[in-house]
């Protein structure tokens, strides 16, 4: 029993009659099929199509539709007009009642006598309706010798029908209807010209012999007019919808009424146009009363059903099927077929006021004797154009195989929450129905991912593979990782989200100088030493990798107090950070504490080695001290340590340390600092000055050592005759040999520096250049060029050599004559402070190189992690690399399928070729609904197919293919509107530390939208303009604001406004015919806005 709720007032009054048409206005998708564009044009058709009831019943031959300035629409002809009188039974006007009352019309009356024997406003609901939800209507009449017209408002009458004039001598009859509709009920408030001339141009075809004409007033100085007219009918349209394609025969064509005999004596109206092409697609248009009906309905069943057993009738008749073989089915007959069908009848039945079905019986019947008779007689007559019908059927017959693997692919697949074998390369969601989507991607790099025993540096000092990194995320372990901040600076972060990412994946096989080895995909990403990515299987030996370098400090070393703590080296400061104190900045950094809550970092459970940012405390020296003082037996007195110490000491390495220890200036000035009270002595004094300065006198030659290798190094090849000789005359002889070039260069010169205005022009360019922020900004990015270049140098002859030769070094400057390669002591000067140590330590951690790349013929399961904010992480071979693209995504909803390259143009291929590629099949499964026939979006697992691809050449063509592939296979997907494209931005603008994104509109050239963009500011020259031509270039917080959050993303949805239309362009832009799609080419040419060359 269902449990009452709290008692709710619910009586006679709670009842709403809606009166009028007031329905219509609360309801408007019962009665035009929604509020949106297509609705809205739909206003324009339901007018249009009593203009065209006119026209069949013989009375008209001209509809004019007009779009005028404010959103107003005309549609006008020359029939009969709407009758003005008074209706007996109502005592109103019978134009009143057609334009005010729901089910009001001259169409119901069906007798002989009646005004209508055929139309296609049958529910006498279309002109009422269009009033409902037009802010402001006029009808104007062409009548009984006179001009009447009636205003209306929101289906509400403001004036009596008024007799306005007497008609002129030969002015035609008709009616006019002029309409504005109602922008507080519809969405859309723009009548699009050429979804208007698609529709016009289709019903012309079908009502042949009768003008119509569109006209666009809109448009300026002069209006934009169209119209239509055509004698052949539907065997006209046939041969225009495949002027692309190469036909197997000429068009086959019927047309005659047929009586259909039952309960009551129908007629029923049947012309049918059929033709046979080398296409792949079939394209089928079915018409009733002249209405097209995009589902179809028993017409087009009858059409099919006549086709399919004509066809295999002759088959067997002339021997081309044998007993053995099945007969063709109805998809083996319908490849590569254009047919239309056309019915009229006094009754027609649609499922609903949109008229997308006909669904009276007796059609089906109707249309397949006309269509049976018809073929039959063409194949007799023409043996020949039969048999190339027949053997494409049987090409199609053995093609059927192939789509039974689509069916198999998801009749054995997963259930909608099973992903054991969907697309190793999908990236799922966890959730699925109404708000699951799927963001169909370019480019596996969506999804670049390593062997599951490859090992990951962690902050702790462990190393764990991918596999165990996963089992302790299960158990709730919070591991961090290495990564480079986006400062360059060296510094730790979480992992989250370790996961197997593909299964049964290519895989490649990277070795590194180091000897260590990684095993990945190919489009994983590594980062290069200047903090840009690249694939693996793109590495070259050229390539200089990010390195990651750890070391135990030593007391030994200059400036270092503690030993056996980890650090780590730093690439942009080229110096080495104890790991702890990286790890405290991000602690810092997240809010944990504060630098004032003391100056000493304590590991929480005294393992020095272990710097996680969770295993670190700051407290006070003092508070430091004690703590370790009471846990002496965590630290210093634990046994292992004790004995580890006794032996230490016992070794000839720890007393010969200890010497050179004592020997060093460090130690000594050390030993002097505590010995201060002796300087009081003055003999102790002067003993200790003497030996002082002996000691400091032998030191000296050590430490002039390096700095006389290098002014060695310089002066043995300066000083050398031969060299100096050498450079000295290349140059003589080049102006030697080529005196016109030293003279024009000084005539030019002189020229130019003659004339003041050019010296004042440019004293004031640079004058204007060089303001403080662009010296500084120059500088910088001139800094760290000169720094890699020579840097990168100085690893190459370390790398050659075995050693840092600085001569080799010289000599490569000198022979490549780089300016910017610098001089090792300039080096060391301007980015070492001097210390010459310190740059050579620098160059042997510079990065690290590729030995190889391989292809391995292994297949295996692959893994990744995310890294928040930074999006990289160490392995811990020594290099860092990218991870996983998906953190742009909520995992809960929202799934990621990339695809490799671009798919197979699906508009040329048969149904076996095209299920042999991997990146189609991997489509089909992982949208779950087949495809063709076998279609069926009740098994649809998103209820949003979004296609993302970057902004560039290859990302359209990429886009444009699979629209070819949804559009050929997946059409009920875009007519239910599951379908859409990103928006991703064009340009980021940053001005300060504010910034915009900027996106694409339809028509604008990209210039033309930057310039718009940057008049809003008040210095352009200062906004930082940054252009994403891919979705690589943002970064995944990036992604994630601009184009796949919910709540401010754009997502353009695909519709398919004129099947015939569309189905044309497809063919023409991506069939196998190329003078049609030159010609397009060369006509628009001129328009193209956007080239990329």
Same mark, same amino acid.
């Given at each position: 029993?269902?449990?009452?709720?709290?008692?709710?007032?619910?009586?006679?009054?709670?009842?709403?009659?809606?009166?009028?048409?007031?329905?219509?206005?609360?309801?408007?998708?019962?009665?035009?099929?929604?509020?949106?564009?297509?609705?809205?044009?739909?206003?324009?058709?339901?007018?249009?199509?009593?203009?065209?009831?006119?026209?069949?019943?013989?009375?008209?031959?001209?509809?004019?539709?007009?779009?005028?300035?404010?959103?107003?629409?005309?549609?006008?002809?020359?029939?009969?007009?709407?009758?003005?009188? %008074?209706?007996?039974?109502?005592?109103?006007?019978?134009?009143?009642?057609?334009?005010?009352?729901?089910?009001?019309?001259?169409?119901?009356? @069906?007798?002989?006598?009646?005004?209508?024997?055929?139309?296609?406003?049958?529910?006498?609901?279309?002109?009422?309706?269009?009033?409902?939800?037009?802010?402001?209507?006029?009808?104007? %009449?062409?009548?009984?010798?006179?001009?009447?017209?009636?205003?209306?408002?929101?289906?509400?009458?403001?004036?009596?029908?008024?007799?306005?004039?007497?008609?002129?001598?030969?002015?035609?009859?008709?009616?006019?209807?002029?309409?504005?509709?109602?922008?507080?009920?519809?969405?859309?408030?723009?009548?699009?010209?050429?979804?208007?001339?698609?529709?016009?141009?289709?019903?012309?075809?079908?009502?042949?012999?009768?003008?119509?004409?569109?006209?666009?007033?809109?448009?300026?100085?002069?209006?934009?007019?169209?119209?239509?007219?055509?004698?052949?009918?539907?065997?006209?349209?046939?041969?225009?919808?495949?002027?692309?394609?190469?036909?197997?025969?000429?068009?086959?064509?019927?047309?005659?009424?047929?009586?259909?005999?039952?309960?009551?004596?129908?007629?029923?109206?049947?012309?049918?146009?059929?033709?046979?092409?080398?296409?792949?697609?079939?394209?089928?248009?079915?018409?009733?009363?002249?209405?097209?009906?995009?589902?179809?309905?028993?017409?087009?069943?009858?059409?099919?059903?006549?086709?399919?057993?004509?066809?295999?009738?002759?088959?067997?008749?002339?021997?081309?099927?044998?007993?053995?073989?099945?007969?063709?089915?109805?998809?083996?007959?319908?490849?590569?077929?254009?047919?239309?069908?056309?019915?009229?009848?006094?009754?027609?039945?649609?499922?609903?006021?949109?008229?997308?079905?006909?669904?009276?019986?007796?059609?089906?019947?109707?249309?397949?004797?006309?269509?049976?008779?018809?073929?039959?007689?063409?194949?007799?007559?023409?043996?020949?154009?039969?048999?190339?019908?027949?053997?494409?059927?049987?090409?199609?017959?053995?093609?059927?195989?192939?789509?039974?693997?689509?069916?198999?692919?998801?009749?054995?697949?997963?259930?909608?929450?099973?992903?054991?074998?969907?697309?190793?390369?999908?990236?799922?969601?966890?959730?699925?129905?109404?708000?699951?989507? %799927?963001?169909?991607?370019?480019?596996?790099?969506?999804?670049?991912?390593?062997?599951?025993?490859?090992?990951?540096?962690?902050?702790?000092?462990?190393?764990?593979?991918?596999?165990?990194?996963?089992?302790?995320?299960?158990?709730?372990?919070?591991?961090?990782?290495?990564?480079?901040?986006?400062?360059?600076?060296?510094?730790?972060?979480? %992992?989250?989200?370790?996961?197997?990412?593909?299964?049964?994946?290519?895989?490649?096989?990277?070795?590194?100088?180091?000897?260590?080895?990684?095993?990945?995909?190919?489009?994983?990403?590594?980062?290069?030493?200047?903090?840009?990515?690249?694939?693996?299987?793109?590495?070259? @030996?050229?390539?200089?990798?990010?390195?990651?370098?750890?070391?135990?400090?030593?007391?030994?070393?200059?400036?270092?107090?503690?030993?056996?703590?980890?650090?780590?080296?730093?690439?942009?400061?080229?110096?080495?950070?104890?790991?702890?104190?990286?790890?405290?900045?991000?602690?810092?950094?997240?809010?944990?504490?504060?630098?004032?809550?003391?100056?000493?970092?304590?590991?929480?459970?005294?393992?020095?080695?272990?710097?996680?940012?969770?295993?670190?405390?700051?407290?006070?020296?003092?508070?430091?001290?004690?703590?370790?003082?009471?846990?002496?037996?965590?630290?210093?007195?634990?046994?292992?340590?004790?004995?580890?110490?006794?032996?230490?000491?016992?070794?000839?390495?720890?007393?010969?340390?200890?010497?050179?220890?004592?020997?060093?200036?460090?130690?000594?000035?050390?030993?002097?600092?505590?010995?201060?009270?002796?300087?009081?002595?003055?003999?102790?004094?002067?003993?200790?000055?003497?030996?002082?300065?002996?000691?400091?006198?032998?030191?000296?030659?050590?430490?002039?050592?390096?700095?006389?290798?290098?002014?060695?190094?310089?002066?043995?090849?300066?000083?050398?005759?031969?060299?100096?000789?050498?450079?000295?005359?290349?140059?003589?002889?080049?102006?030697?040999?080529?005196?016109?070039?030293?003279?024009?260069?000084?005539?030019?010169?002189?020229?130019?520096?003659?004339?003041?205005?050019?010296?004042?022009?440019?004293?004031?360019?640079?004058?204007?250049?060089?303001?403080?922020?662009?010296?500084?900004?120059?500088?910088?990015?001139?800094?760290?060029?000169?720094?890699?270049?020579?840097?990168?140098?100085?690893?190459?002859?370390?790398?050659?050599?075995?050693?840092?030769?600085?001569?080799?070094?010289?000599?490569?400057?000198?022979?490549?004559?780089?300016?910017?390669?610098?001089?090792?002591?300039?080096?060391?000067?301007?980015?070492?402070?001097?210390?010459?140590?310190?740059?050579?330590?620098?160059?042997?951690?510079?990065?690290?190189?590729?030995?190889?790349?391989?292809?391995?013929?292994?297949?295996?399961?692959?893994?990744?992690?995310?890294?928040?904010?930074?999006?990289?992480?160490?392995?811990?071979?020594?290099?860092?690399?990218? @991870?996983?693209?998906?953190?742009?995504?909520?995992?809960?909803?929202?799934?990621?399928?990339?695809?490799?390259?671009?798919?197979?143009?699906?508009?040329?291929?048969?149904?076996?070729?095209?299920?042999?590629?991997?990146?189609?099949?991997?489509?089909?499964?992982?949208?779950?609904?087949?495809?063709?026939?076998?279609?069926?979006?009740?098994?649809?697992?998103?209820?949003?197919?979004?296609?993302?691809?970057?902004?560039?050449?290859?990302?359209?063509?990429?886009?444009?293919?699979?629209?070819?592939?949804?559009?050929?296979?997946?059409?009920?997907?875009?007519?239910?509107?599951?379908?859409?494209?990103?928006?991703?931005?064009?340009?980021?603008?940053?001005?300060?530390?504010?910034?915009?994104?900027?996106?694409?509109?339809?028509?604008?050239?990209?210039?033309?939208?930057?310039?718009?963009?940057?008049?809003?500011?008040?210095?352009?020259?200062?906004?930082?303009?940054?252009?994403?031509?891919?979705?690589?270039?943002?970064?995944?917080?990036?992604?994630?604001?601009?184009?796949?959050?919910?709540?401010?993303?754009?997502?353009?949805?695909?519709?398919?406004?004129?099947?015939?239309?569309?189905?044309?362009?497809?063919?023409?832009?991506?069939?196998?015919?190329?003078?049609?799609?030159?010609?397009?080419?060369?006509?628009?040419?001129?328009?193209?806005?956007?080239?990329?060359?």
């Amino acid at each position: 029993m269902v449990e009452r709720q709290a008692t709710q007032h619910y009586g006679a009054d709670d009842i709403v009659l809606l009166e009028g048409l007031e329905a219509v206005r609360k309801r408007p998708g019962m009665y035009v099929g929604g509020k949106d564009s297509r609705a809205l044009h739909h206003l324009v058709f339901e007018i249009v199509d009593n203009a065209v009831d006119e026209a069949l019943a013989g009375y008209c031959d001209h509809v004019m539709v007009t779009l005028m300035d404010d959103n107003v629409v005309s549609v006008a002809d020359n029939g009969r007009g709407i009758p003005v009188g %008074i209706n007996s039974k109502t005592g109103k006007s019978a134009l009143q009642m057609v334009m005010t009352d729901l089910h009001a019309g001259g169409k119901f009356n @069906n007798d002989s006598g009646g005004a209508y024997k055929v139309s296609g406003g049958l529910h006498g609901v279309g002109a009422s309706a269009v009033n409902a939800l037009s802010e402001r209507l006029v009808a104007e %009449i062409h009548r009984d010798g006179f001009v009447w017209r009636q205003e209306y408002s929101a289906g509400k009458p403001l004036t009596d029908v008024e007799k306005v004039r007497p008609l002129e001598d030969g002015e035609p009859t008709g009616s006019i209807i002029t309409f504005k509709p109602d922008f507080t009920i519809m969405d859309e408030n723009d009548f699009n010209y050429a979804t208007l001339a698609q529709r016009l141009r289709e019903m012309a075809f079908v009502t042949r012999r009768v003008t119509i004409t569109l006209r666009d007033e809109r448009v300026r100085p002069f209006a934009k007019e169209i119209t239509f007219y055509f004698e052949g009918g539907l065997h006209a349209f046939v041969r225009s919808m495949n002027r692309n394609r190469d036909a197997l025969h000429p068009v086959v064509h019927a047309e005659r009424d047929v009586i259909v005999e039952g309960k009551n004596q129908v007629t029923v109206g049947v012309e049918v146009a059929f033709q046979y092409t080398d296409s792949a697609t079939v394209t089928e248009l079915a018409f009733a009363n002249t209405i097209n009906t995009p589902d179809g309905g028993t017409h087009l069943t009858g059409l099919r059903a006549a086709i399919t057993g004509v066809i295999n009738r002759y088959a067997r008749k002339a021997g081309l099927l044998k007993d053995k073989d099945a007969n063709f089915s109805g998809s083996d007959t319908l490849e590569g077929l254009t047919a239309i069908v056309s019915v009229k009848l006094s009754d027609p039945a649609f499922e609903s006021q949109t008229k997308v079905k006909l669904i009276n019986p007796e059609v089906q019947g109707a249309v397949s004797q006309v269509v049976t008779e018809a073929f039959n007689e063409f194949l007799e007559l023409n043996p020949r154009e039969a048999r190339r019908i027949v053997e494409k059927c049987m090409t199609s017959m053995r093609a059927r195989e192939a789509a039974r693997k689509a069916r198999d692919l998801v009749r054995s697949g997963p259930s909608l929450l099973d992903s054991s074998t969907l697309p190793g390369k999908l990236a799922d969601c966890s959730q699925h129905g109404e708000n699951a989507e %799927i963001y169909i991607v370019e480019g596996d790099s969506a999804g670049g991912c390593f062997s599951g025993d490859t090992l990951v540096a962690l902050a702790d000092g462990r190393h764990l593979s991918f596999l165990e990194l996963i089992a302790e995320q299960e158990q709730g372990k919070q591991n961090f990782c290495y990564t480079i901040r986006n400062d360059g600076t060296i510094g730790v972060e979480r %992992i989250i989200n370790a996961r197997r990412t593909k299964q049964d994946a290519e895989v490649i096989r990277v070795t590194l100088d180091n000897g260590e080895s990684i095993t990945c995909t190919p489009d994983h990403r590594f980062m290069l030493r200047d903090g840009s990515y690249k694939a693996a299987q793109d590495l070259t @030996n050229e390539d200089s990798l990010m390195p990651l370098y750890r070391k135990l400090s030593s007391k030994s070393d200059k400036g270092i107090t503690l030993d056996g703590y980890e650090m780590v080296w730093s690439p942009r400061s080229n110096s080495w950070l104890h790991t702890h104190l990286v790890a405290d900045w991000y602690n810092r950094g997240q809010g944990v504490y504060k630098k004032s809550d003391g100056d000493h970092c304590h590991h929480v459970d005294f393992n020095k080695l272990n710097n996680n940012p969770t295993n670190l405390h700051r407290m006070s020296a003092t508070d430091h001290l004690a703590l370790h003082r009471a846990h002496l037996t965590k630290t210093l007195h634990r046994p292992n340590t004790v004995q580890k110490w006794r032996v230490s000491r016992q070794s000839a390495a720890f007393r010969q340390a200890m010497s050179n220890r004592m020997k060093s200036p460090a130690t000594r000035a050390k030993l002097s600092a505590n010995a201060k009270t002796q300087w009081s002595d003055p003999s102790y004094k002067s003993y200790m000055m003497d030996h002082w300065r002996k000691f400091y006198n032998e030191s000296e030659e050590y430490r002039a050592a390096n700095r006389a290798m290098l002014m060695q190094a310089q002066q043995r090849h300066w000083s050398s005759e031969t060299n100096r000789a050498e450079q000295a005359e290349h140059v003589r002889a080049y102006f030697h040999t080529h005196p016109e070039v030293r003279e024009q260069f000084s005539q030019t010169a002189v020229e130019q520096w003659e004339n003041p205005e050019l010296r004042a022009w440019r004293s004031d360019k640079t004058r204007e250049q060089w303001t403080p922020e662009f010296r500084s900004k120059r500088r910088q990015a001139l800094d760290r060029t000169y720094y890699l270049k020579t840097m990168n140098a100085l690893k190459r002859i370390e790398l050659e050599y075995g050693t840092l030769d600085l001569a080799a070094y010289q000599a490569h400057r000198l022979q490549t004559r780089d300016k910017s390669l610098l001089r090792f002591d300039t080096l060391c000067n301007r980015y070492f402070e001097g210390n010459e140590t310190r740059a050579y330590e620098a160059v042997a951690q510079f990065n690290h190189r590729i030995v190889s790349v391989e292809r391995t013929n292994e297949r295996m399961d692959v893994y990744d992690i995310e890294v928040p904010n930074t999006h990289n992480f160490a392995l811990a071979s020594g290099v860092f690399v990218h @991870n996983s693209a998906k953190q742009g995504r909520d995992r809960h909803f929202q799934a990621i399928l990339p695809l490799r390259g671009k798919i197979l143009n699906t508009e040329r291929a048969r149904m076996d070729k095209m299920l042999d590629n991997n990146e189609i099949k991997a489509l089909i499964s992982a949208l779950g609904t087949g495809i063709s026939e076998d279609f069926s979006l009740a098994n649809l697992r998103y209820h949003r197919v979004i296609i993302m691809t970057d902004a560039d050449v290859d990302g359209s063509h990429i886009r444009t293919l699979l629209l070819t592939f949804f559009f050929r296979h997946m059409h009920q997907l875009i007519a239910d509107g599951h379908l859409y494209i990103a928006q991703p931005p064009i340009f980021r603008l940053v001005n300060g530390k504010e910034s915009e994104y900027i996106y694409g509109e339809a028509g604008v050239s990209e210039q033309d939208i930057l310039a718009r963009a940057l008049e809003r500011y008040k210095d352009p020259e200062k906004v930082k303009v940054s252009r994403y031509k891919g979705l690589g270039e943002m970064n995944p917080d990036q992604l994630w604001e601009t184009t796949m959050d919910p709540q401010r993303r754009t997502l353009l949805q695909v519709t398919i406004e004129d099947a015939a239309e569309a189905d044309r362009i497809f063919d023409m832009l991506m069939g196998s015919a190329v003078p049609p799609r030159r010609r397009f080419i060369q006509t628009h040419a001129k328009s193209v806005r956007n080239l990329d060359v």
